[in-house]
């Protein structure tokens, strides 16, 4: 009843605004989830889906025509698992208990929209930009000494696209991490060299920080 399908870095996965034939499961590397923007060209990362996370749950049980609401492309070679989404409605039937998984799945959904949301909305460049860093550290961060290294698949375009500003304000506010001795960068890593300095500019509590790191 599932088919494993392959992408290349940058292939789209599935276009905003079409139809929805099924849900994927992340295997393997790394997928990007996003909207477009009413100009059209313009376009805006929401999340990340790395290995065993969903795509396409939403539009499976809406109990409308199923459409895609957001785009999905693979961010590195990736390798997904496709179910149609008749098959998806008939297992769930079969078998009701995946409904508890489901629901705590989209509750966490929830949940990371409301922080994003109110984290848009009230709080200023930087301190999203620390706690972005801080949440990227779990998957990707390498501890050397004392500093932390982020070896990141995702560009600085990307990287902007999440916190919803210019790539040159990201560069700026990165510029100012640098200057106060936050962090260090290189091309596609970035090691943060006072890691309790940057939790302080985070200001965030642990819960926080858990829905943060599993939606990226």
């Keep these: ?40 060209w313009q376009k805006r990362c ?47 039937k079969a078998h009701p208990s995946i409904h508890e998984d489901l629901c705590r799945w989209l509750s966490r959904e929830v949940l990371m929209l409301e922080f994003k949301l109110t984290r848009e909305a009230v709080e200023t460049i930087d301190r999203n930009l620390a706690l972005l860093l801080i949440a990227l550290t779990k ?11 982020l070896d990141l698949p995702i560009s600085r375009q990307t990287m902007a696209e999440i916190l919803g500003v210019s790539i040159e304000t990201l560069s700026r506010v990165l510029r100012q991490f640098r200057e106060r001795g936050l962090i260090s960068t290189s091309p596609n890593k970035i090691t943060i060299q006072d890691f309790a300095k940057l939790k302080e500019k ?10 943060m790191e599993e939606t990226l």
């Design 1 to 40: 009843m599932s088919l494993h399908v392959r992408y290349d870095e940058g292939e789209l996965i599935a276009q905003e605004g079409s139809y929805a034939a099924g849900v994927y499961v992340v295997e393997s590397g790394l997928i990007s989830i996003g909207k477009y923007a009413s100009k059209g």
């Design 46 to 92: 929401l999340r990340f889906l790395a290995s065993g996370e969903w795509f396409g749950l939403e539009p499976a049980f809406l109990g409308r025509e199923p459409i895609n609401a957001q785009f999905a492309k693979a961010i590195v070679p990736s390798t997904l698992l496709f179910v149609e989404r008749s098959n998806i409605l008939a297992f769930s």
């Design 139 to 149: 998957k990707y961060g390498d501890k050397e000494d004392t500093t932390v290294v």
């Design 202 to 211: 985070a200001r965030a509590t642990p819960f926080y920080l858990s829905i």
